[in-house]
């Protein structure tokens, strides 16, 4: 049983996401969608005019931006068609995806058309977000109920990394199996099975929770942008919040989807807290529905941002927003002594927290186990859908298990039977570390049990939580640290603030690749879990340096950066880079020094220094040189002058990929360099590939002694395209001088073409052109700029 090919019924902005993910894991789909009833005789024979609700839903999302397509090739795996002409076609997919509108009768009847077409053992799934699978199996033949299951994808489908899963009494195991792997491995999803209740995990908890906030606001006088501002980041939840997620949901779906809840849990004993408040209803009769009106909580006039002031139903600037307990929380490092110190406060902030949270977290202890048996899902299901940096019951473990439950009953309120019964049994949290066979692991409460279980990974995945658990570093620092991740790998682990590279995460690198080649180790591999792999190098401490005239620090800093991309690239041990999320600037430059790369899909790469004054100096500027220089052969002409201003293009415009499939054609991610589509699966991935080159008798690249420069002609031809974008008003004169000082190192200085130099030479030439920048004021203003935004200045 295997998934060649796939077909999504149902063209609207869901199906449409599901069937671009579907191309992006290079699987043909086919979009269908009824045929338009508004037709003119012409068109009534014309199959692209049929099928013209698939055909437009697919050209708006190959236009939107951001893509559903990593990359815009994919758009060719998707054929759009219609559900009259191209039922047949259905016979030619293994997977069939149900995505019409939420009504049962639609659906029913969308599965008997595609009865009487698919072919036997074709898996048939429904993207219902709540209707029960025992409605939707009713009137289906034995062989279809065995092949049939919810598979209920989060939008938009290519960045919402939950997929809840939910399979019949009659559902066959393989069948379950096979779209789980799929959807891990190809589709890149964490997978939750869920149990067959209404909105099954994740909107059951995350609607109440809007409802909650909604309500709380109301009772203690709060301002949309104030709930916004403690229901976010302090809180440990997404910078859309609350508000801004209503507006990026659609206030009119938010309001359904409220509304159906209710009618699918007559027996909830939380019933009354999800009454639709007045101004939701309100916004929908008015049509403010969000962002695709163009007015819901927000607004946007201009440059301008406003709010809605829910007292007189205007729009307003938002005023700042300034508590206490906000301000105390923000200091806290971590998001468990964020969430501590913001709901200890005794000012509306931290009051409306601990209301919102406290309530949110008894609800879902509440329904353990009507929705899940087991904590770990509810927690994965609100981390992956909602995007919470904590579940539900990894908050109350943050807050401390029996003192909430103390707040709970001072102030007179119920703690949930699941609480009592993890306190009665002996145990203080959710989660824990414990002795299991002679080994350490974290372990989970099982409330069946009332005793704590070995809290298992998802298949295929390590985690380095785990690994941390386990055993004690091989060595550590307080920027990184070595693991011993089994099999004879390590793992070099960044762990700084934003995993900023500094010295001591270079000297922990060199020290890594020296323990692997005295110790025997078969490899490295380099990455961790934290949202980004690397920001780049520490610019607060640059800065410090630079203004405090200390250049020899400077200079130590960027020889190390040298040392170890030379050490790393000449391992007698395989060294794979395992990146996801942001790489930028040193974040990418050590990654291109590394023998592979093992990306998530989802990963953002770019040497970005230019933007903050600089250029790249970490090995990243020679990299790009060696890289040009490796394309010339010299029994070929070869004209390397379009891969030349390639590399020097995506550098001066500050390219940043938006994909690993992006990142490949910028030139970042080269043919032997892997993707990975699941990103909790990148670090397994890349320890697999340090076995497999170990396995094959890994050799380190020869010595880059004789690099064949651009020298002056390509310096030449690069400072012509530099004044044509000055004189055409696309760049600033310090963008000028910066890219020709770029230009400069990357040509190999002012030397003829026809020699050829070190790569020592190369990294010679980096380290003082970026001394030289360290010295200019515009260089200083630029990182100044760039700490205090967050954005680059153009000075």
């Not at 529905?289 to 938002?318: M, N, Q, S």
């Not at 790249?616 to 891969?643: F, N, Q, Y």
């Not at 993707?675 to 170990?694: C, E, F, G, W, Y």
């Not at 002012?750 to 020699?755: A, C, L, T, V």
């Amino acid at each position: 049983m295997s998934i060649r090919k796939v077909a999504v019924i149902g063209a609207g902005t869901m199906g449409t996401g599901i069937a671009c993910h579907v191309a992006n894991a290079g699987v043909p789909c086919l979009l269908l969608d009824i045929v338009p009833k508004d037709l003119r005789e012409p068109e009534g024979a014309d199959h692209r005019a049929r099928s013209r609700l698939a055909v437009e839903a697919l050209g708006r999302a190959a236009k939107g931006s951001p893509s559903p397509f990593m990359d815009p090739r994919d758009a060719e795996r998707v054929e759009a068609g219609n559900l009259t002409d191209d039922l047949p076609r259905l016979a030619e997919c293994d997977w069939i995806i149900e995505a019409v509108t939420e009504d049962l009768a639609i659906k029913r009847d969308v599965f008997s058309r595609i009865a009487s077409h698919r072919r036997p053992g074709t898996i048939l799934s429904s993207n219902t977000s709540g209707i029960s699978l025992s409605l939707l199996v009713d009137g289906m033949s034995d062989e279809l109920r065995r092949h049939f299951l919810i598979t209920h994808f989060f939008n938009p489908p290519r960045w919402m990394y939950l997929l809840e899963m939910v399979r019949g009494p009659d559902t066959d195991p393989r069948v379950y199996d096979e779209i789980e792997r799929f959807a891990t491995v190809q589709l890149g999803k964490g997978v939750v099975e869920c149990k067959d209740t209404p909105n099954f995990i994740a909107n059951r908890i995350g609607i109440f929770s809007m409802a909650a906030a909604c309500r709380h606001m109301i009772e203690l006088d709060l301002s949309v942008e104030e709930v916004d501002a403690i229901a976010g980041p302090p809180l440990g939840r997404p910078k859309t919040a609350v508000f801004k997620l209503h507006d990026l949901v659609g206030i009119d779906v938010a309001l359904l989807v409220l509304e159906n809840v209710r009618k699918l849990i007559p027996h909830d004993e939380s019933l009354a807290k999800l009454e639709p408040p007045e101004f939701l209803t309100r916004m929908v009769a008015e049509r403010l529905h969000g962002r695709k009106t163009g007015a819901g909580f927000y607004k946007k006039e201009g440059r301008d941002i406003l709010v809605l002031d829910l007292k007189t139903f205007a729009y307003r600037a938002p005023a700042k927003v300034e508590y206490e307990s906000l301000a105390r929380a923000r200091k806290e490092r971590t998001t468990a002594e964020r969430i501590k110190a913001l709901v200890a406060g005794d000012d509306k902030a931290a009051r409306f927290a601990w209301k919102d949270l406290s309530e949110t977290i008894a609800y879902a202890a509440r329904l353990v186990p009507e929705i899940s048996d087991d904590i770990v899902s509810i927690d994965r299901a609100m981390r992956w859908g909602f995007n919470w940096e904590l579940g539900p019951f990894e908050t109350w473990d943050a807050l401390g298990v029996r003192a909430t439950a103390d707040r709970l009953r001072s102030e007179g309120r119920e703690v949930p039977a699941l609480v009592q019964s993890l306190l009665d049994s002996g145990h203080e949290s959710f989660y824990s570390v414990a002795e299991v066979k002679g080994e350490r692991r974290r372990t989970v409460f099982a409330p069946a049990r009332r005793a704590m279980d070995p809290l298992e990974p998802p298949r295929g995945v390590i985690l380095l939580d785990d690994v941390r658990v386990r055993r004690e570093p091989v060595k550590s620092n307080r920027a990184a640290s070595l693991w011993d991740l089994g099999d004879g790998v390590l793992g070099v682990e960044f762990h700084s603030k934003m995993n900023a590279i500094s010295q001591e995460t270079l000297d922990l690198l060199r020290e890594a690749v020296d323990v692997a080649e005295s110790g025997g180790w078969a490899g490295i591999v380099v990455g961790n879990q934290a949202p980004n792999f690397s920001a780049g190098a520490d610019l607060k401490l640059l800065l410090e340096a630079a203004r405090a005239g200390e250049v020899d620090r400077i200079d130590a800093l960027i020889r190390a950066f040298h040392e170890t991309a030379l050490r790393v690239r000449y391992s007698t041990r395989p060294v794979v880079a395992a990146i996801h999320g942001l790489c930028l600037g040193g974040g990418c430059e050590i990654p291109l020094s590394c023998h592979r790369i093992q990306a998530a899909a989802e990963t953002s790469i770019g040497l970005v220094e230019l933007g903050v004054g600089l250029i790249p100096a970490g090995g990243g500027t020679r990299e790009l040189a060696c890289r040009i220089a490796e394309l010339s052969r010299p029994d070929l002409e070869i004209d390397t002058w379009p891969h030349l201003r390639h590399a020097f293009d995506a550098v001066a415009r500050g390219k940043v990929s938006a994909s690993a499939d992006e990142a490949r054609r910028l030139g970042y991610l080269r043919e032997g360099d892997g993707i990975t589509m699941n990103r909790q699966r990148v670090i397994a991935d890349a320890k697999r590939r340090v076995i497999a080159l170990a396995e094959e008798g890994f050799r380190p690249p020869r010595p880059r002694d004789r690099v064949r420069i651009a020298g002056r002609g390509g310096l030449a031809e690069l400072r012509i395209l530099i004044d044509q974008f000055l004189e055409g008003g696309f760049i600033s004169e310090y963008d000028a001088y910066l890219a020709e000082r770029f230009a400069y190192v990357l040509c190999g200085g002012g030397i003829d073409s026809e020699h050829t130099v070190s790569e020592r030479w190369l990294l010679d030439l980096e380290r003082h052109v970026f001394l030289e920048l360290c010295g200019q004021e515009k260089t200083l203003e630029r990182i100044e700029h760039m700490l205090k935004t967050g954005k680059p200045l153009r000075n």
